[in-house]
């Protein structure tokens, strides 16, 4: 009777387990409650609440563990427990020695950005049965940081080159010069791009390239008055290239070789200035239609 006890029992729970995240997926707000009120009375409210605490809110997607925690804890609660979420995600993050504006940082919505590197160390510390679940709920108030997302897909560390290439050229330019060159480059991206403004990424950019800087030097760029910089594309257009590992870059400014259309897709991948690179892409490819 013992062993035919047990089972009946967990099976109560595996019941109420499923309706709970039926209904709670649905966002059937009626349900819930009824659900709550009849499982209650089933199972008891200790052994309920440690249900949906550990089992159903694990496995439900972020969307709906939102909805559930605003609903029943309400807003001014849901946001202090978010507030605590993000303060030991800050903790754990730090000490395993990753840097914020590197590896994570806050964006203007108040959400933790993270590299894949953050993301994988967050995992971790979850036991494995409950990880990939873990990793659906960081969703709610954690983002993969765009620039993570960028580089992945170009397949290389485009704009950790980029920095690189851009503290070259601040070297050997006035501070004019310097704040145009910055100006373009970082208005094209965002344009391209434009979640890399929502993740802070032209103050991380400017930050990283003018760091070599004296401090007045620095300032005297940052602070420059032109409020329409303009600077030579091509220019630009071959340090693009060159953070994207294209070995003939340097040929682009040359009038015998000029730029090719697999350059111009490549740019377009990144960078959108004054003139749309898809348009220029469009025109030379109905040429090339016309010529054959």
Same mark, same amino acid.
């Given at each position: 009777?013992?062993?035919?006890?047990?089972? &009946?029992?967990?099976?109560?729970?595996?019941?109420?387990?499923?309706?709970?995240?039926?209904?709670?997926?649905?966002?059937?707000?009626?349900?819930?409650?009824?659900?709550?009120?009849?499982w209650?009375?089933?199972?008891?409210?200790?052994?309920?609440?440690?249900?949906?605490?550990?089992?159903?809110?694990?496995?439900?997607?972020?969307?709906?563990?939102?909805?559930?925690? &605003?609903?029943?804890?309400?807003?001014?609660?849901?946001?202090?427990?978010? %507030?605590?979420?993000?303060?030991?995600?800050?903790?754990?993050?730090?000490?395993?020695?990753?840097?914020?504006?590197?590896?994570?940082?806050f964006?203007?919505?108040?959400?933790?950005?993270?590299?894949?590197?953050?993301?994988?160390?967050?995992?971790?510390?979850?036991?494995?049965?409950? &990880?990939?679940?873990?990793?659906?709920?960081?969703?709610?108030?954690?983002?993969?940081?765009?620039?993570?997302?960028?580089?992945?897909?170009? %397949?290389?560390?485009?704009?950790?080159?980029?920095?690189?290439i851009?503290?070259?050229?601040?070297?050997?330019?006035?501070?004019?010069?310097?704040?145009a060159?910055?100006?373009?480059?970082?208005?094209?991206?965002?344009?391209?791009?434009?979640?890399?403004r929502?993740?802070?990424?032209?103050?991380?950019?400017?930050?990283?390239?003018?760091?070599?800087?004296?401090?007045?030097?620095?300032? &005297?760029?940052?602070?420059?008055?032109?409020?329409?910089?303009?600077?030579?594309?091509?220019?630009?257009?071959?340090?693009?290239?060159?953070?994207? %590992?294209?070995?003939?870059?340097?040929?682009?400014?040359?009038?015998?070789?000029?730029?090719?259309?697999?350059?111009?897709?490549?740019?377009?991948?990144?960078?959108?200035?004054?003139?749309?690179?898809?348009?220029?892409?469009?025109?030379m490819?109905?040429?090339?239609?016309k010529?054959?």
């Open positions: 009777m013992k062993f035919n006890g047990f089972w &009946r029992k967990k099976d109560r729970v595996t019941i109420a387990k499923r309706q709970l995240l039926k209904a709670l997926i649905q966002r059937n707000l009626v349900a819930v409650n009824n659900l709550i009120v009849k209650q009375t089933i199972l008891g409210a200790a052994k309920l609440t440690d249900l949906i605490a550990k089992e159903v809110m694990v496995e439900c997607d972020s969307d709906s563990h939102s909805w559930f925690c &605003r609903t029943f804890l309400g807003q001014a609660q849901y946001e202090q427990m978010e %507030g605590k979420a993000k303060t030991n995600i800050f903790q754990i993050l730090l000490g395993q020695g990753l840097e914020p504006g590197k590896d994570f940082s964006g203007s919505d108040g959400r933790i950005l993270v590299s894949d590197r953050a993301k994988y160390i967050l995992v971790d510390k979850v036991p494995q049965q409950h &990880r990939a679940s873990f990793a659906t709920q960081l969703e709610s108030f954690v983002i993969l940081d765009p620039v993570s997302s960028i580089e992945y897909q170009l %397949g290389c560390a485009f704009f950790s080159n980029l920095t690189e851009a503290i070259q050229q601040i070297e050997i330019l006035s501070d004019s010069q310097a704040a060159y910055l100006g373009v480059l970082l208005a094209g991206l965002v344009s391209r791009h434009p979640q890399l929502d993740a802070d990424f032209p103050t991380r950019f400017l930050f990283n390239t003018l760091q070599g800087c004296s401090d007045k030097r620095a300032m &005297r760029i940052l602070n420059d008055p032109e409020t329409n910089p303009q600077f030579d594309e091509m220019i630009i257009f071959g340090h693009l290239l060159a953070a994207m %590992g294209d070995k003939q870059y340097q040929y682009i400014a040359e009038e015998e070789g000029g730029i090719t259309l697999e350059q111009l897709k490549k740019l377009d991948l990144v960078w959108s200035g004054e003139s749309r690179i898809a348009e220029i892409i469009a025109m490819e109905q040429c090339k239609l010529e054959r």
